[in-house]
């Protein structure tokens, strides 16, 4: 027998499940949270009434379901009812999937290794031969773009260089 509650925030009638009894579940028009409350023995003894307040409610088109304990679950990290088959939580941004969280780990710690480091500028401002040789064993070591990076670079360096010098002369 479905339970019935009334949203805090806007005023809407709603059925909840009785799997939702004494649990929080959130309202489907504003989402705001919602208190189910848990069956007591008074309501078990006049269910007779309340079915019958329910199919009304139901039948006027007021009331919506608040959640359906099989198509909602907790997310593990902030523990905000989600969608069953949500692979993010759409409150803490958190990834469930765990075959998608290592394929985003992977293209973060590929991004991370393609940029350009202090010592990696650094080496190609004072010495280009050698940050074209450090290049060169990126790209053949599987890090092609931050390798071409180093070498052009090491390459522009000397000429920014004269330039340069013979702005001052």
């Given at each position: 027998?479905?339970?019935?509650?009334?949203?805090?925030?806007?005023?809407?009638?709603?059925?909840?499940?009785?799997?939702?009894?004494?649990?929080?579940?959130?309202?489907?028009?504003?989402?705001?949270?919602?208190?189910v409350p848990e069956i007591s023995e008074e309501m078990e003894a006049s269910s007779g009434r309340q079915e019958m307040d329910v199919g009304d409610l139901a039948?006027?088109?007021?009331?919506?379901?608040?959640?359906?304990?099989?198509?909602?679950?907790?997310?593990?990290?902030?523990?905000?009812?989600?969608?069953?088959?949500?692979?993010?939580?759409?409150?803490?941004?958190?990834?469930?999937?765990?075959?998608?969280?290592?394929?985003?780990?992977?293209?973060?710690?590929?991004?991370?290794?393609?940029?350009?480091?202090?010592?990696?500028?650094?080496?190609?401002?004072?010495?280009?031969?050698?940050?074209?040789?450090?290049?060169?064993?990126?790209?053949?070591?599987?890090?092609?773009?931050?390798?071409?990076?180093?070498?052009?670079?090491?390459?522009?360096?000397?000429?920014?260089?004269?330039?340069?010098?013979?702005?001052?002369?």
């Open positions: 027998m479905p339970i019935s509650v009334k949203c805090g925030d806007c005023g809407k009638a709603l059925k909840a499940p009785d799997a939702l009894a004494g649990k929080k579940a959130r309202c489907p028009d504003c989402g705001a949270v919602v208190a039948n006027d088109g007021a009331d919506t379901p608040v959640e359906e304990a099989s198509t909602r679950k907790p997310c593990p990290m902030c523990g905000e009812l989600i969608a069953a088959s949500a692979t993010k939580c759409g409150f803490c941004g958190e990834t469930l999937n765990s075959t998608v969280r290592s394929r985003e780990r992977q293209s973060t710690s590929t991004l991370a290794a393609n940029q350009l480091t202090g010592g990696d500028i650094a080496i190609c401002v004072l010495c280009c031969p050698i940050a074209c040789v450090v290049g060169i064993v990126a790209i053949i070591t599987g890090q092609p773009a931050r390798g071409l990076k180093m070498i052009g670079l090491a390459l522009v360096m000397p000429f920014l260089g004269r330039a340069i010098m013979s702005i001052f002369q």
